[in-house]
């Protein structure tokens, strides 16, 4: 071989490689983008809205004049009562002559024209402008195995279309989310709650159903598109223009100390909306649908949530000094009090000390949790009002937590009543910090020593616990942890705890997006999310954000607050703010939804622990947050 | 690429010598088994392959057929080409280049995949992300590891005079 020969053999073997990657990549991102939509400004949005509405009213045409580009398609959606009544397609070459097809077709509209006057005003229109379309999956053989097939769209941004007869037949981002069709598949054994991945045999049957045809769309013929969207402003705040919404939720209200308290008090609502006449709270409420668990009869319940939820209404209550908050607060420690009345799990010591436990009526064995979190509610309580009347209960139950505390500070989980024996062995996430923030908060209230000497040695315990060489790479769910060493501070005063908490918060900083860092999923930053494929869920936004203040708190105690800590729970409140539902937000929300927090921005279910701990950020965050 | 061509080594003289002194001669200046040959690479395939299909099998199962047959072609691929580089002669020298190319390719391909992963998820999401791209850079070096510096660096000694010589091909 010659030197040149060797030369130009060099080369390609160094640069043939990477042309032909480089080319695959090219290829395959060029086929599977659809570009973000040019959005349209707010007097195209107006009149758009304003063509459509006119046909909504059964008023003259108002004819619509703009010029903007559509990708054939714009859908109608009016939305009444939470739900959506009517969809109107409309095709053209532009937004206004697609409008002025829905319009015409919404006009003729049996379910329009059955509405009754009162209605239509108030219903809300959502417009969706297809901008852009790129194919469904056909890559699954030569990606990694189940990367197309579990990220096949972006959830609750993309909807999913076919081509039938000629006429594209269109399932909507937001019906997508609403049919449960986006989270669907479990990669895993081993987390059985995790699900992503979408339905493709359900969303061909619907769209199947749509088209009028007795067989499903096969998954080859389904295609992505991407949509602008929005949605008419609440007739109270009519004639601002329509709403733009990106994951179906419109702009967030900017953060003050204002709006988080308005916010907080709002999810307080809630709660108090979805608490039953017996104590007991709905708990869990799907916005899209309106179906609620029954508080009488329901077995998924859990006692720990809602000794949680009663904590952060007695919090609230404390904090805002609203009267509407203290019948709800004793009516569900009175559910509690009937719990125990029934004696299962009181006992006397054998050195006398009286104990008691919380267990639910429908449990063999009793959760530190429940008990912890109770004696947090119902302290809170008593530095809310000065009311002594369930401190004898709340000593019982501290009591009852001495009682499972091993003498090194950990605490046992479980304890059958039944058998009068705790479990040794059994260790479940939360209880430990639970019940170190029990001891601290009764610490406050009583002044007993003794609380406060259990307390330290139980966040001396939790702290410890990763003193071992790969305990300084990760954190485990330290939240409670976090908001028990503040709890407990001046009188656990050991500055190793502000730094754990200052060290974790760095932790969590990893998993929290900043803006432009994934730019088609803005909508995330500030939320806690391992990766941006997956919507976060709404709930470590606020749990992990109660810990943050504790640990920003924490730092001002020592004369050393974090400003990264600081700029982390402004982060995570701003994106709660825009995911709690609120009147701008509530046009597709069946029953009493104002307060609420879902899931996450592609989950509609309300559990009352979502709230709770979002809302108890809020309020928290509330004293200071305007501080320089 | 066959640096180690036939054209370069010298026909040896055919006079006629004595069994013993023939015998004499071979005892002193023969040469020692060459250990890549018998020992090294062998080893080091039957340690690759059953890597390779312990964490095919226990850490990264996959339930899709054609997933699966490209997965277990690299530790069968580099058990045939361990096979063969250890059984010698001219057919297991072909078999062994054979194996080791495809099980090279099988990696590649392995590459390409996630190259097209990434790109299917940037152009589907916007962006790829700090995080993802880590993982598959990881992925990629893991794959280079475990996958392809085994078949370049047997392949490289196969087609080396050395290598022919050991395999008696030459």
């Known amino acids: 071989m010659t030197r040149q020969k060797r030369l130009i053999a060099l080369l390609l073997v160094w640069t043939l490689p990477s042309l032909v990657f480089l080319s695959i990549a090219a290829f395959v991102y060029t086929t599977y983008r659809i570009p973000p939509p040019v959005r349209l400004d707010d007097g195209q949005r107006t009149a758009v809205a304003a063509t459509l509405r006119a046909a909504l009213t059964q008023a003259p045409d108002v004819p619509c004049t703009i010029e903007a580009p559509v990708e054939r398609v714009l859908a109608a959606t009016v939305w009444s009562k939470g739900r959506a009544v009517v969809r109107a397609n409309g095709t053209g070459d532009t937004v206004c002559a697609a409008a002025t097809e829905a319009a015409a077709k919404l006009r003729g509209a049996g379910v329009v024209k059955a509405m009754a006057p009162e209605d239509r005003e108030l219903a809300r229109i959502q417009v969706d402008v297809v901008t852009g379309s790129a194919p469904l999956g056909g890559i699954e053989a030569y990606a990694v195995p189940g990367i197309a097939e579990m990220l096949a769209i972006n959830p609750g941004v993309e909807g999913i279309g076919s081509v039938i007869a000629g006429n594209r037949v269109l399932l909507l981002p937001h019906e997508l989310v609403a049919a449960k069709v986006l989270a669907v598949k479990r990669p895993s054994n081993a987390v059985p709650d995790f699900a992503m991945g979408v339905d493709l045999v359900r969303i061909g049957n619907l769209l199947g159903a749509r088209a009028g045809l007795t067989t499903a769309v096969a998954p080859d013929q389904l295609f992505r598109f991407r949509t602008d969207t929005f949605v008419e402003a609440p007739l109270a705040k009519r004639p601002a223009p329509p709403l733009q919404l990106y994951r179906g939720i419109p702009a967030p209200p900017p953060l003050s100390a204002k709006s988080l308290r308005e916010a907080a008090l709002e999810g307080g609502r809630f709660l108090v909306a979805h608490l039953a006449a017996n104590g007991r709270y709905i708990y869990e409420h799907e916005l899209s649908t309106g179906a609620q668990t029954d508080p009488l009869r329901s077995s998924a319940y859990s006692m720990p949530r809602h000794a949680g939820t009663t904590y952060f209404l007695a919090e609230l209550y404390r904090i805002t000094k609203e009267e509407w908050l203290r019948e709800p607060i004793e009516r569900a420690f009175a559910h509690l009090a009937e719990l125990l009345a029934k004696g299962r799990c009181g006992a006397t010591l054998p050195d006398g000390t009286e104990i008691d436990c919380v267990i639910d009526k429908t449990e063999s064995v009793a959760q530190l949790g429940s008990t912890a979190l109770s004696v947090v509610a119902l302290a809170e309580y008593q530095r809310a009002t000065g009311d002594t009347r369930y401190l004898p209960l709340a000593t019982k139950f501290t009591s009852f937590l001495l009682y499972m505390q091993r003498p090194d500070g950990s605490f046992r989980h479980l304890y059958d009543p039944a058998k009068k024996q705790y479990d040794d062995k059994a260790e479940l996430l939360y209880y430990s910090g639970e019940a170190a923030l029990a001891l601290a908060r009764m610490y406050v209230v009583t002044k007993d020593q003794r609380y406060a000497e259990a307390a330290r040695k139980g966040l001396e315990w939790l702290v410890d616990w990763y003193d071992f060489f790969m305990g300084g790479f990760f954190y485990g769910e330290e939240h409670w942890t976090c908001i028990a060493a503040e709890a407990a501070y001046p009188a656990a005063d050991n500055p190793e705890y502000k730094e754990f908490c200052h060290g974790y918060g760095a932790f969590l900083r990893a998993q929290q997006p900043a803006p432009g860092e994934h730019p088609d999923q803005d909508d995330f930053v500030g939320a806690y999310n391992m990766t941006s494929f997956v919507p976060p869920y709404n709930t470590p936004a606020g749990s992990r954000t109660e810990a943050m203040i504790s640990a920003y708190l924490l730092g001002k105690h020592h004369g050393d607050p974090d400003p990264a800590v600081r700029e982390q729970i402004r982060a995570a409140l701003q994106y709660t703010l825009g995911q709690q539902i609120r009147p701008e937000t509530d046009f597709n929300v069946v029953g009493y939804g104002i307060g609420g927090m879902p899931g996450s921005p592609i989950d509609r279910n309300v559990r009352i622990d979502y709230v709770q701990h979002v809302c108890s950020a809020m309020i928290r965050a509330s004293e200071w947050i305007d501080e320089p | ?170």
């Not at chain 2, 001669?25 to 340690?47: G, S």
């Not at chain 2, 069968?76 to 194996?99: F, N």
């Open chain 2, 1 to 170: 690429m066959a640096r180690g061509s036939a054209g370069k080594g010298k026909a040896r003289a055919k006079a006629p010598q004595r069994a013993d002194i023939v015998r004499a001669a071979a005892e002193v200046t023969a040469p020692k088994k060459d250990l890549r040959r018998w020992v090294i690479y062998p080893a080091l395939c039957v340690l690759f392959a059953t890597t390779q299909a312990i964490l095919i099998w226990k850490v990264v199962p996959n339930r899709l057929p054609s997933a699966n047959f490209h997965l277990w072609t690299l530790p069968i691929l580099t058990y045939i080409m361990g096979i063969a580089t250890l059984r010698g002669g001219r057919l297991a020298w072909q078999i062994a280049i054979v194996s080791g190319s495809l099980a090279l390719l099988s990696g590649i391909l392995l590459i390409v995949r996630i190259i097209i992963s990434a790109a299917f998820l940037s152009g589907v999401y916007g962006a790829f992300g700090k995080a993802a791209a880590m993982t598959a850079l990881t992925s990629v070096a893991l794959l280079v590891e475990l996958v392809a510096l085994l078949p370049i660096f047997q392949l490289k000694y196969l087609m080396s005079r050395a290598g022919r010589k050991a395999m008696g091909t030459t």
